[in-house]
């Protein structure tokens, strides 16, 4: 049962354009969510968050944005750049009382010059 | 530097021979965790702590040991290896106070890559 669903495998985007990435999830007690970004041969690094009693936060090019009765997320990355090809990850800790971590299957995203 | 360190990097071993991977944090986190991504599973929980003698299963503990004797290390233990292990591990910590363990940004290692023939 896939609490956290990442239906984009893969996104390519040209360099300078949004990058809209995609998360939903089953569980309507999550009320925090992370997104994550990973290289190859590297750890996964934390980008950005959200709790459950915003709809929207911003850093920088980065903002997510929480739709709480769609169940939906999506990270928005504005300009897009060379460097931001990575694979990314959504994830949704809990619920309260629950130490868990789920993770979505991940999106990769390239960034075309 | 703060980091999560695991070793080995790469292992490739045979069916049934007990081996241990290392997790250790510099950081002084109280939450610890392990995961192992496959392809189109993304990343899976296998156990986490959020103290030292405190662990619980994550979503795929099965097959998997841990323990958290010290507050630094947080070891991944499979006693009998089997095939469907094969997968890319990383360790996690994350500070764990302020309200909420698995809320909190975690910090990842660089993965330990298993074979197991």
């Known amino acids: 049962d896939q609490q956290v669903k990442q239906n984009s495998p893969s996104l390519s985007v040209q360099e300078g354009r949004i990058s809209i990435l995609n998360c939903d999830y089953t569980n309507s007690m999550f009320d925090y969510f992370l997104w994550y970004k990973k290289y190859p041969a590297e750890g996964p690094t934390f980008l950005i968050s959200?709790?459950?009693?915003?709809d929207k936060n911003e850093d920088g090019r980065f903002t997510v944005f929480l739709n709480k009765s769609a169940k939906h997320l999506s990270l928005h990355i504005v300009p897009s750049q060379p460097g931001d090809s990575a694979v990314y990850f959504c994830?949704?800790?809990?619920?309260?009382?629950?130490?868990?971590?789920?993770f979505g299957t991940g999106t990769r995203l390239t960034i075309i010059p | 530097e703060a980091q999560v360190t695991q070793n080995p990097r790469y292992l490739i071993t045979v069916t049934g021979k007990k081996l241990t991977v290392t997790c250790s944090q510099n950081m002084n986190h109280e939450y610890m965790s392990w995961y192992r991504q496959d392809p189109g599973l993304g990343l899976r929980q296998i156990y986490y702590?959020?103290?030292?003698?405190?662990?619980d299963k994550g979503d795929v503990p099965e097959g998997y040991k841990v323990s958290r004797k010290e507050k630094r290390n947080f070891p991944l233990i499979l006693e009998s290896p089997s095939p469907n292990q094969t997968s890319l591990y990383f360790c996690?910590?994350?500070?764990?106070?302020?309200?909420?363990?698995?809320?909190?940004?975690?910090?990842f290692g660089d993965g330990t890559r298993l074979s197991i023939l």
């Open positions: 702590s959020m103290n030292v003698e405190v662990t």
């Open positions: 994830a949704a800790p809990g619920p309260l009382g629950n130490e868990k971590l789920t």
């Open positions: 996690a910590s994350s500070p764990g106070t302020g309200g909420g363990y698995s809320n909190q940004p975690q910090h």
């Open positions: 959200i709790s459950s009693i915003k």
